[in-house]
């Protein structure tokens, strides 16, 4: 079946600007996570959705930073007023969420943001 | 808090050689271990798990043994091929203190040679 999508996949904007990003989860997975993969901080969770519910935002860096998600599918990762440190791959994942956590979290190719 | 701690890399090695790469943690409750590997220019991927203590993961040739004792995940291969090049990643998962975030090692690159 179809993977983890995720769009777009690259993303230049310059400094300032508001960028959306998209992450489309495997169908029927409860559970959908937000990471982020820069070169000096490695791979940094930043929020995770139990259906449209996000009892974790534990490692969102900022306020400038929201996500949202829509009928326990699509989830919309929002960044407000960019900066340059905010360059970095964003990768979504998402499992079934049926084993307290320890389930098998499926990756999707990531969006490779820059902030000129 | 919960963490993973992975040998530091790059780890160059000829064809055929056997590898190694170490994995610790630290974790409260009863965590999933993982290991991810990303080859060049592509996204996450599983290669292996274990779930519970004593438990190993295996997939193309590689395994791992959850080991409560020594609290490590050591990546192994017999013998490696230059399509086995890509950066690994250790991951703990569902600890008592986290929600199942995923708490990823550094990540170690592995480069094999011809």
């Known amino acids: 079946g179809a993977g983890v999508s995720q769009s777009p996949s690259n993303k230049v904007t310059e400094k300032g600007k508001d960028v959306e990003l998209r992450c489309d989860p495997i169908?029927?997975?409860?559970?959908l996570y937000w990471y982020r993969q820069s070169l000096g901080q490695g791979l940094e969770f930043l929020i995770y959705?139990?259906?449209?519910?996000?009892?974790?935002k534990s490692g969102l860096p900022s306020d400038r930073f929201s996500a949202e998600r829509t009928g326990g599918s699509v989830s919309t990762l929002t960044i407000q007023r960019t900066q340059q440190e905010d360059s970095a791959v964003y990768l979504c994942?998402?499992?079934?969420?049926?084993?307290?956590?320890?389930?098998?979290?499926?990756f999707g190719p990531g969006t490779r943001l820059t902030v000129l | 808090g919960d963490s993973v701690t992975q040998m530091e890399g790059p780890v160059t090695l000829s064809e055929e050689a056997f590898l190694t790469i170490n994995c610790t943690y630290t974790a409260t409750g009863y965590p999933s271990l993982f290991w991810y590997v990303q080859y060049p220019g592509e996204g996450l991927q599983l290669l292996l798990k274990?779930?519970?203590?004593?438990d190993k993961g295996s997939n193309k040739g590689f395994e791992a043994t959850y080991r409560k004792e020594t609290t490590s995940f050591h990546l192994e291969k017999g013998s490696v091929q230059v399509s086995d090049s890509a950066v690994y990643f250790c991951?703990?998962?569902?600890?008592?203190?986290?929600?199942?975030?995923?708490?990823f090692g550094q990540g170690t690159t592995l480069q094999v040679k011809p």
């Open positions: 169908s029927g997975h409860t559970a």
């Open positions: 991951a703990l998962g569902g600890g008592r203190s986290n929600t199942g975030k995923l708490i």
């Open positions: 274990a779930t519970k203590a004593d």
């Open positions: 959705f139990q259906g449209n519910s996000a009892p974790d």
């Open positions: 994942a998402s499992s079934l969420d049926l084993a307290g956590g320890r389930d098998t979290q499926y």
